[in-house]
């Protein structure tokens, strides 16, 4: 007859089969915010390119082609792998059928890229056009990183999830209103609607790094206040009144197009910083948690412990989520003028 160690065994092994494919799970959110930053930078060189009937940022254009593609060709690799093309290949990752459908979902719209690239390239669409369908392949790349939030079986992985979900999304309004601003300086007038939806891009960005800095962990949450003293903020606050300043049909100076995108990009960037740490955390908080794991496994007195310490266990998300956080969502609604970026079900996180 089995015992309750057992089973407690057993229990463990599952442990460790979850947190392993959360490890994967979590390998394929950082090659995604890679690939998301850099679509990012291309979204708004070519909204540069575009707004200035080609005048301006053809070659940073084409060379963040290369840096897309170069980004892109990582994340198919990760699909790519043998293990992830069989008749087990649900069995390896959290959430199986739903992560894999965001995946195909995702792969559809990245397919969708080089006929954009060559609309651009042939000025065959407006800067506005431009803007909608690449942040519709950012939403695309979003939800799979929201959907690998949604599945994670541990807390502490699930808060640092949580909270990179959050940052990409703050990131990617911030990289919309790049995109919208870049294209009205280049112009050298404001784009339709373009006042309302920066208002309303700056505010949802807040809510999201609020949100982000409630989850994100006090090393990184110290990274980030470290950063944002050293962050172009007034100059961009600076720039940001004089669109908001200007009218319809009012003239802006087109010369100013290249230090917005400049001062922006430099905050994407620094942004990006603190991905890169969140996403590094992520790989180490598994790796720290299997070898725990399965050193508890090998303790029988550590199981019987735990055994007489256990309770009914809880949903990772259910924990972190049914707070007063829950109430902070950022309002289901798309800025006038930008694309609505997010993921299903982001309104509660």
């Known amino acids: 007859m089995k015992t309750a160690l057992a089973f407690l065994l057993a229990a463990r092994r599952c442990e460790i089969d979850d947190l392993e494919r959360l490890a994967l799970s979590c390998e394929l959110v950082q090659a995604v915010s890679e690939l998301v930053h850099q679509l990012q930078r291309e979204r708004g060189a070519s909204n540069v ?3 200035s009937d080609g005048a301006r940022f053809g070659a940073q254009r084409e060379a963040q082609l290369d840096a897309s593609r170069a980004a892109e060709a990582e994340v198919r690799a990760w699909l790519d792998r043998p293990e992830l093309g069989g008749e087990r290949a649900g069995a390896l990752v959290l959430g199986g059928a739903r992560l894999f459908t965001r995946v195909a979902l995702a792969l559809h719209a990245l397919d969708a890229l080089p006929d954009l690239r060559a609309d651009v390239a042939a000025q065959r669409c407006r800067p506005d056009a431009a803007t909608a369908r690449y942040s519709e392949i950012v939403s695309a790349l979003l939800a799979l990183v929201f959907d690998a939030a949604d599945v994670a079986v541990d807390p502490e992985v699930s808060r640092l999830l949580v909270a990179i979900f959050n940052l990409m999304q703050g990131k990617e309004f911030a990289g919309q ?6 294209a009205s300086f280049a112009a050298g007038h404001p784009a ?3 006042m309302q939806a920066i208002q309303y891009l700056v505010e949802a960005q807040s809510q999201c790094f609020r949100r982000f800095e409630a989850f994100c962990g006090a090393e ?25 300043a200007s009218g319809p049909g009012a003239a802006l ?19 990006h910083e603190v991905e890169v740490a969140l996403a590094r955390g992520l790989g180490d908080a598994c790796a720290r948690k299997i070898a725990a794991t399965r050193d508890e496994a ?8 735990a055994l007489s310490a256990a309770s009914e266990p809880r949903a990772p998300l259910e924990m972190l989520m049914g707070g007063e956080l829950a109430d902070e969502a950022v309002p289901a609604r798309t800025a006038p003028g930008a694309e609505r970026v997010e993921a299903p079900g982001a309104e509660a996180l």
């Open 49 to 51: 390119f575009l707004a």
């Open 177 to 182: 209103e790049r995109a919208l601003g870049a």
């Open 192 to 194: 339709a609607d373009a």
């Open 220 to 244: 990184v949450l110290r990274q980030w206040q470290a950063l944002q003293s050293i962050m172009p903020l007034a100059e961009l606050e600076r720039l940001r009144r004089v669109l908001l």
């Open 253 to 271: 100076d087109s010369a100013c197009a290249e230090g917005w995108f400049a001062c922006c990009s430099q905050r994407l960037d620094q942004l």
């Open 298 to 305: 090998r303790n029988q007195a550590s199981l019987l412990q």
